[in-house]
């Protein structure tokens, strides 16, 4: 039998960008008890690995500082901090349960003097401009209707020649990867989510939400046109995942 008390969210493309902000303020508001665990486990612990590999491409040169967009319970920022032992990093998002999370994490590890969350919007950054060395966003921009004004706003709180990073799971290219892609999003996530969460309509939400994200090739177009130079893409895990580095000009 069904659990009637579900959630159903509309669909992405059927979403004004009202809806869907809404949408995502609800659904990560749900999923932070297991948030963590799922992140793990749906990923095959790939997503651990994926932002290790983002940090180690970081360049501090001049503030010392990384700002983390929409940081959930806080991963990329946790793992920037405990990898380059001189930074100070802030974590963002506009989910208050979310960087509450993160703040106890950071609490438990010991990294509370060096990392700060606040809570904002990542397409009106509370921040002053050439602020940050880096700025990253880690599975966050897929969830922003308005991803233009996203990247310039981290153009803008970053120092010249500084760095916007981007980590974003992308549908995979190629006939049977993109099968198995699809018929692991619609029919076993869901389903593991079910078992696992008491909203499972977010994991739905969350396979939607990437089926509809742009290509990598149209998302470093996209970032070309924030103003970024030298904008690269690197394909993760067979494509699964890209990360996306671009310079602010002006250095
Ligand atoms: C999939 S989670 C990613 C969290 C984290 N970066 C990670 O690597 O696990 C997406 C996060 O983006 C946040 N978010 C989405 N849109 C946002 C916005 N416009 N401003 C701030 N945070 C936002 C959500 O609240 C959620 O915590």
Same mark, same amino acid.
């Given at each position: 039998m069904g659990n009637q008390s579900e959630t159903h969210y509309p669909l992405v493309k059927e979403a004004t960008d009202a809806e869907r902000i809404g949408m995502v303020k609800d659904i990560f508001k749900t999923i932070i008890p297991r948030y963590d665990f799922l992140n793990h486990f749906l990923s095959f612990r790939r997503d651990i690995a994926w932002r290790r590999l983002a940090v180690r491409r970081m360049r501090?040169?001049?503030?010392?500082? /990384?700002?983390?967009? @929409?940081?959930?319970?806080?991963?990329?920022?946790?793992?920037?901090?405990?990898?380059?032992? +001189?930074?100070? &990093?802030?974590?963002?998002? /506009?989910?208050?349960? %979310?960087?509450? @999370?993160?703040?106890?994490?950071?609490?438990?590890?010991?990294?509370?003097?060096?990392?700060?969350?606040?809570?904002g919007d990542a397409t009106a950054l509370p921040f002053p401009d050439n602020n940050?060395? &880096? @700025?990253?966003?880690?599975?966050?921009?897929?969830?922003? +209707?308005?991803? %233009?004004?996203?990247?310039?706003?981290?153009?803008?709180?970053? &120092? +010249?020649?500084?760095? &916007? %990073?981007?980590?974003?799971?992308? !549908? !995979?290219?190629?006939a049977i990867v993109k099968g198995l892609y699809h018929f692991y999003l619609n029919r076993i996530l869901p389903r593991l989510a079910r078992a696992f969460t008491s909203n499972p309509s977010a994991y739905i939400y969350l396979a939607d939400s990437v089926m509809n994200f742009p290509s990598p090739e149209k998302f470093k177009t996209l970032m070309e046109e924030a103003g970024l130079t030298?904008?690269?893409?690197?394909?993760?895990t067979l494509g699964v995942t890209y990360l996306h580095i671009g310079i602010k000009p002006g250095l």
């Open positions: 501090f040169l001049r503030t010392n500082r /990384f700002l983390d967009v @929409a940081c959930g319970t806080g991963d990329l920022g946790i793992e920037a901090a405990t990898h380059y032992s +001189p930074i100070s &990093v802030v974590g963002l998002d /506009f989910v208050k349960e %979310m960087t509450d @999370a993160a703040a106890r994490k950071t609490q438990a590890k010991g990294l509370s003097s060096r990392i700060v969350f606040v809570n940050f060395d &880096v @700025a990253g966003i880690a599975f966050g921009i897929r969830n922003i +209707p308005d991803r %233009m004004r996203a990247l310039r706003e981290m153009m803008r709180v970053i &120092v +010249p020649g500084g760095q &916007v %990073m981007v980590l974003e799971i992308t !549908p !995979p290219r190629g030298a904008v690269k893409k690197r394909a993760l």
